[in-house]
């Protein structure tokens, strides 16, 4: 029987009444209900069952430790009421249905900590890591405020950085026909990418930037390279804007930039991916002539040197 306030005054400490401290001897007891009052919290249960484990609680009760009573005879245990029973349970039955919420778990668990149920610690902690493993986003992607939170994250990441900046709403002109299409492919594109790199490359977002739909490489903290997948068309009798998903691009370009990763750890496969991509782009321009050519080179592209290539005394 439990319940979260006294129970009638015959019950409670008369007012002004000091505790008194005293020693319990388990065996004068045996299997006697006791009467506790956990932080206004009152409970009934038996001293063989405080004494079961070798706890604070046995300590307690088979009288190594003092235990205050008040004049009623209740025993007094300094700490919050709210998890006593659930502790009680496990000391009866060595195993307890758990709380659904962490922090009631936490709060269960700070609890055992104190009665040096370690058991119950335990069976806390493995619930706290099993709920963190399922709630425990995949990847986080990092969405760009302001440019200097742009240049803080990439100067500071360990990691190569992938950022993609769209922004619809900067179109001062209208779209073309698939654009809209073309600037979700882009999205999903990164999404993808994000969940399939994001332990070897740190993925961000931008939102407030100049461009439309532009991906953005760097490595080792300098810009590697960058695709611009808008274009102004003149064909109509006003300027419309294109979008394009140049995804090969995007996909090469996201590989390539693995190859800056620290430490930097020479990958085989990886090579020979990317090379044999830019060998094939180069082949397909060939065979498909000047339509193809056209379309690409109205997806910018932009290369940054990573290293310093003049002689020295110049």
């Known amino acids: 029987?439990?319940?979260?306030?006294?129970?009638?005054s015959a019950l409670c400490p008369a007012a002004g009444h000091k505790p008194k401290a005293g020693g319990l001897k388990g065996g004068s007891l045996g299997n006697k209900y006791v009467r506790l009052n956990v932080g206004g919290s009152l409970y009934y249960t038996t001293v063989q069952v405080l004494t079961r484990h070798d706890t604070m609680l046995k300590a307690m009760f088979s009288g190594r430790m003092e235990v205050l009573t008040d004049k009623e005879g209740w025993i007094l245990i300094d700490r919050c009421g709210k998890h006593f029973g659930t502790i009680l349970n496990y000391l009866r039955d060595d195993t307890i249905a758990l709380p659904k919420h962490r922090q009631e778990i936490k709060e269960l668990m700070v609890e055992a900590k104190y009665y040096l149920i370690q058991g119950l610690v335990d069976m806390c902690q493995a619930a706290l890591q099993d709920k963190k493993d399922l709630y425990e986003p995949v990847c986080s992607i990092p969405i760009i405020t302001s440019p200097k939170e742009e240049e803080r994250l990439i100067e500071s990441s360990m990691k190569p950085v992938v950022k993609l900046l769209y922004n619809r709403s900067n179109?001062?002109?209208?779209?073309?026909?698939?654009s809209d299409d073309n600037l979700l492919k882009n999205i999903e594109l990164f999404d993808k990418l994000s969940l399939r790199f994001n332990g070897r490359v740190l993925f961000i977002k931008d939102v407030i930037g100049d461009e439309i739909c532009c991906w953005s490489f760097y490595g080792q903290g300098r810009k590697l390279a960058e695709v611009c997948c808008t274009s102004i068309v003149y064909a109509t009798e006003k300027k419309q804007t294109k979008v394009e998903f140049p995804e090969a691009r995007i996909y090469e370009e996201t590989l390539n930039v693995l190859l800056y990763e620290t430490p930097r750890v020479p990958d085989n496969s990886l090579l020979e991916a990317t090379s044999r991509s830019r060998s094939q782009a180069q082949h397909s321009e060939d065979d498909e002539g000047f339509e193809l050519r056209d379309r690409v080179r109205r997806i910018h592209v932009k290369r940054y040197s990573t290293y310093d290539d003049r002689q020295l005394g110049h």
């Open 1 to 8: 029987m439990s319940g979260d306030t006294c129970l009638g």
């Open 171 to 178: 179109n001062k002109y209208s779209y073309t026909s698939n």
